[in-house]
Nanobody
Framework: QVQLVESGGGLVQAGGSLRLSCAAS????????MGWFRQAPGKGRVFVAD????????RYADSVKGRFTISRDNAKNTVYLQMDSLKPEDTAVYYC???????????????WGQGTQVTVSS
């Protein structure tokens, strides 16, 4: 069974950077769109970014555009989220997930990681 494992979260001051990683098990990683979502306390899970199977196409939520960069290494079965110029409102649990299609809806993603906490202090 495919598993996704996130890492790289932590506590950072506003304006700082973090790089999240999501490692996938199995041999079909390159066949799936990969996405990052986040969930703040008391709120729903929202789209952050996604990347096509080849890595050539990427999309971002307006709230992170210009500050976050999604990438993937299919040889390493890993997707990354580089987060720069972090703001306190970026504080959330961050999840990676896979989808068979191109979608910003969490309902279209079938496998999820356990999440990694990102906390940005002011």
């Amino acid at each position: 069974q495919v598993q996704l494992v996130e890492s790289g979260g932590g506590l950072v001051q506003a304006g700082g950077s973090l790089r999240l990683s999501c490692a996938a098990s199995g041999r079909t990683f390159s066949s799936y769109v990969m996405g990052w979502f986040r969930q703040a306390p008391g709120k729903g899970r929202v789209f952050v970014a996604d990347i096509s199977t080849s890595g050539e196409s990427r999309r971002y939520a307006d709230s992170v555009k210009g500050r976050f960069t999604i990438s993937r290494d299919n040889a390493k079965n890993t997707v990354y989220l580089q987060m720069d110029s972090l703001k306190p409102e970026d504080t959330a649990v961050y999840y990676c997930a896979r989808s068979s299609g191109w979608s910003t809806s969490p309902y279209d993603y079938d496998i999820w990681g356990q999440g990694t906490q990102v906390t940005v202090s002011s």
